[in-house]
């Protein structure tokens, strides 16, 4: 089963596919970033649907696992981040694609055993778990690598 993460933001989404192969068991197929370029609002919006949907398309994802909103200090950025998310949700539902979401402190306690675990530990333990060398790219991309793994688990458990 082909698990997509995605770390989502304001100008730039981390992506990490996975397959799942059995319990515990993961293949790494890809990651990057979607990287947005423009300038305005509502075009960076639709540049990131745009590319999440040639994505969606290319690699055909069994899943898709989103990291939940937290609580952010920046209210504006929050708001930014949740429309974001909104077009991914849409998007994935759009395709019929089951969405996982998946709490911050959930990806890290699956992946570290820690809820608090900070990037460098979770980007460790998902080369570790996904047995690579090294993740290309900044700590988005780890991101969405670990949240696919994470969304695993509930695959694992609502067996969709």
Request: glycine share 8%; charged share 30%.
């Amino acid at each position: 089963m082909k698990i997509l993460g995605i770390d989502p933001g304001t100008t730039r989404a981390g992506y990490g596919l996975i397959e799942m192969k059995s319990f515990n068991s993961f293949e790494f197929l890809d990651c990057g970033l979607l990287e947005i370029v423009s300038k305005n609002k509502e075009e960076r919006l639709a540049e990131l649907g745009n590319s999440f949907e040639k994505l969606l398309k290319k690699e055909k994802p069994d899943a898709v696992a989103l990291e939940k909103l937290f609580f952010m200090k920046n209210i504006k950025t929050g708001i930014d981040v949740a429309q974001a998310r909104g077009i991914l949700v849409y998007l994935a539902a759009k395709n019929k694609i089951p969405i996982l979401e998946i709490a911050p402190s959930e990806v890290k306690s699956n992946i570290t055993g820690h809820g608090a675990a900070d990037k460098k530990a979770v980007g460790k333990m998902v080369c570790r778990i996904l047995k690579i060398e090294k993740i290309n790219g900044p700590d988005d991309v780890s991101d969405a690598l670990a949240i696919a793994i994470a969304g695993s688990a509930y695959l694992k458990l609502t067996k969709l």
